[in-house]
């Protein structure tokens, strides 16, 4: 049964493409843990892209936020050091080849809803971009 008290994970990681596998499985066993293992494949698959995109298109470190709200709604989202907005997604279609640029695409297609907005507190900047997704889902 999954819990219907709110709880937040934050995971900070080192820029280095291995990060995004330790992401991955610490988020399944969190939501494992948590009751909510109908969420972990879509969410592995949201995780993925989002801290992939923070390892791969910055320098700095990054890390993975996972929230759980009491209106049963998971939140997803990758903090990293740089400001400049993502990438807009491009449409997802089957013919896109290679696995560059599809990360949003698949973001937006298989959350409820996405967003990013940039960061500045205690002189760090950066931003952040999130992913929801209901229990429901």
């Given at each position: 049964?999954?819990e219907?008290?709110?709880?937040e994970?934050?995971?900070?990681i080192?820029?280095?493409?291995r990060a995004?596998?330790?992401?991955?499985?610490?988020?399944r066993l969190i939501?494992?843990?948590h009751?909510?293992?109908r969420?972990?494949d879509?969410?592995?698959?949201?995780?993925?892209?989002?801290?992939?995109?923070?390892?791969?298109?910055?320098?700095?470190?990054?890390?993975?936020?996972?929230?759980?709200?009491v209106?049963?709604?998971l939140?997803i989202?990758a903090?990293?050091a740089d400001?400049?907005?993502?990438?807009p997604?491009?449409?997802?279609?089957?013919?896109?080849?290679?696995e560059?640029?599809?990360?949003?695409a698949?973001?937006?297609?298989?959350?409820?809803?996405w967003?990013?907005?940039?960061l500045?507190?205690?002189?760090n900047?950066?931003?952040?971009?999130?992913?929801?997704?209901?229990a429901a889902?």
């Open positions: 049964m999954p219907t008290e709110p709880w994970y934050s995971l900070y080192p820029n280095d493409p995004v596998t330790i992401c991955r499985r610490t988020l939501l494992t843990m009751g909510l293992i969420l972990v879509v969410a592995e698959l949201m995780a993925t892209e989002l801290v992939s995109n923070a390892v791969r298109h910055t320098k700095g470190p990054a890390a993975l936020r996972v929230r759980w709200s209106n049963g709604v939140r989202g903090w990293d400001p400049s907005p993502p990438e997604p491009r449409p997802f279609t089957p013919e896109l080849e290679g560059d640029g599809r990360g949003l698949l973001v937006r297609a298989c959350a409820d809803v967003g990013w907005h940039p500045s507190r205690f002189g900047r950066g931003k952040y971009v999130w992913c929801e997704l209901g889902g």
